[in-house]
């Protein structure tokens, strides 16, 4: 009997020492084995989707790496200490995308990077991505919640400005990620039903109106297309078509790694880049895609337990907002491939090859991991 | 009073956010589930669909480029249209090693080095993956054979049949049509790419790109499915292209032939205008150039030739040639001084053979060196006595004189539908202190007077100051289409129409201009001579070279290329004007004498019938000619 109590008492001493363990270096246990398998997979399909280059997988193993590192510095700083310096980080941020605006490097065509020869070189909107929740988590945290209309007049303010000068440049989707995460802070804040219905109720009418009254023929064209890109398809149609035929011959079980036809033959545009899912679904099939979709479904619903768990106001509306944009990525990026929703410019998180959005998502899971681990009464748990 | 004081309620705010996690996980679950129901659409119930198109087969969109529209001059007659051409294209990502394939092609067809450099060029302009890129054009029955024979050697290369701009009338429209070419990287950058997706060529100057919208049309295309060597098995969708507008010129090819026929192989320009609606009724700029030439891609050789020429073909010389316009702007000075009120009709100055300026020791000379004695608004411009509007321009003073210049179109562009038209000059103080930092003498207000100086104007806008006197100062912008798909262009920037305090003045220039026709004194009165109808018009000469004060113009001192341009503005029937005519011959020295018999000519052409006879249709106000010597 007593050997036996021993045994039970002993093993739960170990549980307790390997999360105290992690605890203690502030990294949570289930968001890294998550993204771990993420980023084994990610590798196995950028792979295949950049035809065999093991050039852009190094790469991307390095963002990658660079992108834990910063992940685990970010979790090591205490939520407070960081919301100290939010407000100074937002006026940097802005003023930054001000002068992105002004003397930008122009770089593929559209304005968004910061050079500075030899020295750095970086897209300050990236940066507002975690900025922008932030600044608006601990604007509302200190109110009285629901926000009143004045507060929530200020967070508007202060999300608007960075999205005009980011669509400024003219980067849409990440200007809508941006959009996204300041208003998923004023939704988790409380934000009152009637005015979320009553926004949307008179966003309708004024749609109404400037299609018919205020606009040219060639802007209704340009809607026309972006909302129904198959009437395009010798412009960003052609991609949807290209996408969709990709995904679709995939079937069920797929092609197989490596035999994906649409993909190798230079049919799909930016196969490895923000239209990934398509080499995905054709060589793993529904099951791949679904398999995936756990993954994320994973993530998402840690990030949701976190922000239920978190003890202060701002980290529970920080780490809301994160995990909640954190899903927009992944609905509109697999949205717009699978041709339910227009075109825009946002990667499939972890899978997509482009180092800055990695850097960006590792950093963000990084403030999760630190609202997570810095609570006072770890034995809650 | 005391303000209730505010608690945060942390139990409170943990429940608020506890319950709105509560509906994010909802939300993002209906909406993954939107994405697997989705691609279960996708990549279940529309499997077959998909994996036939991907199995062996491809889809492909390809566009179908829109057939451009044809111009037509005002009676029907075809000026451009497409003709069927062969060319060869090839498609990169078929031809394996594509260099190697375009050494067979070489090699096939016994071409240059310097074509294969073309060709290399031409393949890197192909702008999206599996799109097939014409490299060579007009290939000959032998060519097509030789391709055929050798086709198991050159994969990805077809010959395609497509359409090409002809002008079948040559010469005649090179300067008001113009002419198309290859697209070039420049203008790649500012066209719409997906409506010239399947379009190589566009128009490079004239009517064909002043119109380039209306004529292209609206592409169409094609979602073919083909199979692993690039043949098409069969169409799944198609979008038909909406063709381009076609358009119909006021020009009339038959008096276009005959203005040419006038300058009699001089170089020149003949601008003919319908005074009461604008329309040009012939541009002639000679000498001229073949502009099919262009069309498929001109040799450097045979450019630089055109371009070197000390004749100048390529040089449209009736928008962009600029000129003083001499004493052809006498009319339009005589109209300043009579609305200004520093002149009537009956006022006269006499003329001792030249002007001087008071307190200024400087003769301004009269051409007639004798001097015409008294001289009145209807003798100044029959004689076109320089004394006369010296002083007259003296008395208006610049910034009136400038003024009115300018509603008359000098140093403005008058066309409505012209390509890269010249603005000319029109000096005034403002100008002359931007420019050359100085301030205006009055001596050059003199020398503006009788068309000279600083001032320069293109043929057209000689044509245009005269068809707003024929018309008594009512503004219709020259325009060369007359119809766009059956609708008149529109004037979306109109000039505001001359309005006189009296306009009887209109009537007392005219009488002016006629009598250089009809008058025994006349400058021009040799080109009247049998005319079927009364003419109005007024003679110019515009300098090459400056001549020194005191010395004499003389003709054999002077190089053929340095003579004088001579200049003619006339319109008829005088009364009830039904066309304008300007010319410039390039060093014809005199404007009455080598000008004014080609204005005659065109004229006759346009108002007379084969037999000679004034058309009816221009008779009803038409008044027995006059020779008779009223003055005398």
Redesign the interface.
Same mark, same amino acid.
């Given at each position: 009997m007593k050997s036996n109590f021993d045994r039970i008492l002993s093993s739960e001493d170990v549980m307790r020492r390997r999360a105290t363990f992690l605890q203690k270096i502030h990294v949570d246990g289930p968001l890294l084995i998550l993204l771990l398998t993420l980023a084994a997979g990610s590798l196995f399909v950028l792979y295949s989707a950049s035809g065999k280059s093991w050039d852009l997988l190094i790469k991307q193993a390095t963002s990658f790496g660079i992108g834990l590192v910063s992940m685990f510095v970010i979790a090591q700083l205490e939520p407070r200490f960081m919301a100290r310096w939010v407000p100074a980080a937002y006026v940097i941020g802005v003023l930054l995308l001000v002068a992105v605006d002004v003397m930008g490097h122009n770089a593929m065509g559209a304005t968004r990077w910061i050079n500075i020869p030899g020295v750095i070189r970086f897209q300050p909107s990236e940066f507002m991505k975690i900025i922008m929740p932030a600044t608006i988590a601990w604007y509302l945290s200190k109110r009285?919640?629901?926000p009143h209309l004045k507060h929530v007049a200020v967070s508007l303010g202060l999300i608007g400005l960075p999205f005009i000068l980011i669509v400024r440049q003219p980067d849409l989707g990440t200007s809508l990620l941006i959009l996204a995460s300041g208003t998923f802070v004023l939704?988790?804040?409380?934000l009152r039903w009637r005015w979320i219905i009553s926004v949307v109720a008179a966003a309708v009418p004024v749609a109404v109106g400037m299609w018919f009254f205020f606009m040219h023929d060639y802007q209704k064209q340009r809607i026309l297309t972006f909302l129904d890109p198959e009437s395009?398809?010798?412009?960003t149609?052609?991609n949807i078509?290209?996408s969709?035929?990709?995904?679709?011959?995939?079937?069920?079980f797929g092609k197989g790694w490596l035999m994906g036809?649409?993909s190798h033959?230079?049919?799909l545009?930016e196969s490895h880049t923000d239209f990934i899912i398509a080499v995905l679904?054709e060589e793993f099939? !529904?099951v791949g895609?679904?398999a995936l !979709?756990l993954i994320?479904?994973l993530l998402?619903?840690r990030g !949701?337990v976190i922000?239920?768990q978190a003890q202060t106001?701002y980290g529970? !509306?920080l780490a809301?907002s994160l995990?909640?944009t954190f899903?927009v990525y992944v609905?509109v990026n697999?949205?717009m491939v699978?041709?339910?929703l227009p075109v825009v410019g946002v990667p499939l998180p972890f899978i997509s090859y482009g180092g800055t959005s990695l850097v960006t998502l590792l950093s963000a899971f990084g403030v999760l991991m630190s609202v997570h681990t810095h609570r006072k009464w770890i034995a809650q748990v | 009073m005391s303000q209730p004081i505010r608690l945060k309620d942390h139990e409170k705010d943990a429940r608020l956010v506890r319950s709105r996690v509560v509906v994010g996980a909802v939300a993002v679950v209906v909406l993954i589930c939107v994405l697997i129901a989705r691609l279960y659409f996708l990549q279940v119930i529309q499997y077959e669909y998909h994996s036939t198109l991907s199995e062996n087969n491809r889809v492909h969109v390809q566009p179908i480029p829109p057939s451009r529209g044809l111009i037509y001059d005002r009676n029907g007659v075809v000026i451009a249209d497409n003709r069927p051409s062969f060319s060869l294209s090839m498609t990169r990502e078929r031809s394996g090693d594509w260099t190697q394939v375009l050494d067979t092609i070489v090699q096939v067809l016994e071409l240059t080095p310097d074509d294969r450099i073309i060709f290399e060029k031409r393949m890197k302009q192909g702008r999206r993956p599996f799109e097939p890129v014409p490299i060579l054009f007009e290939l000959t029955e032998e060519q097509i054979a030789r391709i055929a024979v050798n086709q198991f050697r050159l994969p990805g290369v077809e010959v395609v049949a497509q359409l090409v701009r002809h002008y079948p009338q040559g010469e005649h429209f090179a300067h008001s049509v113009g002419y198309m070419g290859r697209i070039n990287e420049k203008e790649l950058k500012s066209l719409d790419p997906v409506n010239y997706s399947g379009t190589h060529h566009m128009g490079k100057t004239g009517i064909e790109r002043f119109y380039e919208p209306e004529l292209h049309g609206q592409v169409g295309y094609e979602e073919v499915e083909t199979n692993a060597r690039g043949r098409v098995l069969r169409v799944l969708k198609r979008t038909d292209p909406v063709p381009g507008k076609d358009i119909v010129l006021s020009l009339d090819i038959q008096l276009q032939e005959a203005a040419e026929a006038a300058l009699a192989g001089r170089r020149g320009a003949v601008v003919a205008l319908d005074p009461s609606t604008g329309e040009v009724l012939a541009m002639v700029s000679q000498p001229s150039f073949d502009p099919n030439l262009f069309v498929t891609g001109i040799s450097f050789k045979a450019y630089s030739e055109l371009r070197d020429s000390v004749d100048r073909p390529l040089f449209n010389r009736i928008l962009r040639g600029l000129y003083p316009p001499g004493s052809t702007i006498k009319p339009a000075v005589a109209i300043a001084g009579l609305d200004t009120g520093v002149i009537t009709a009956s006022t006269r100055v006499f003329d001792p053979g030249y002007y001087m300026l008071p307190n200024y020791d400087h003769k301004y000379r009269n051409w007639n060196r004798t001097g015409d004695g008294w001289v009145d608004l209807d003798t100044a411009i029959m004689r076109s006595n320089d004394t006369y509007f010296y002083d007259l321009a003296h008395k208006v003073g610049i910034d009136r004189l400038s003024a009115y210049l300018n509603k008359f179109g000098i140093g403005q562009k008058v066309s409505l539908d012209m390509f890269e038209e010249s603005p000319g000059l029109m000096p005034s103080r403002d100008w002359k202190r931007v420019t050359r930092r100085q301030a205006w003498f009055p001596g050059e207000t003199l020398i503006l007077g009788i068309g000279q100086g600083y001032m320069q104007a293109t043929p057209l806008q000689l044509a245009q100051a005269t068809a707003l006197v024929a018309n008594k100062g009512k503004w219709n912008r020259p325009h060369l289409a007359r119809t766009v798909e059956g609708q008149k262009p529109v004037d979306k920037n109109p000039m505001p129409d001359i309005v006189l305090r009296d306009p009887s003045d209109w009537a007392k220039v005219n009488h002016g201009m006629q009598q250089v026709m009809h008058g025994a004194r006349g400058t021009a009165r040799k080109a009247a001579i049998g005319a079927q109808y009364r003419i109005a018009g007024k003679s110019g000469t515009a300098q090459v070279v400056a001549i020194r004060q005191g010395e004499k113009y003389d003709r054999s001192k002077v190089q053929e290329r340095h003579r004088d341009h001579a200049l003619f503005v006339g319109f008829a029937p005088a009364d009830s004007p039904k066309i304008v005519v300007a010319v410039m011959i390039e060093n014809g020295e005199s404007g009455s004498g080598v000008a004014a018999p080609v204005v005659r000519q065109v004229m006759d052409a346009w108002l007379l019938d084969p037999q000679g006879h004034l058309k009816p249709e221009y008779a009803s106000n038409a008044q027995p000619p006059e020779n008779a010597a009223r003055e005398e």
């Open positions: 009285t919640l629901p939704f988790m804040a409380g395009d398809p010798l412009g149609g052609w078509i290209q969709k035929a990709a995904i679709g011959s995939g079937g069920v036809t649409q033959l230079d049919f545009p679904g099939g !529904l895609i679904c !979709l994320y479904l998402i619903g !949701l922000t239920a106001l529970k !509306l809301g995990t909640m899903f609905f697999i949205g699978s041709g339910l | -």
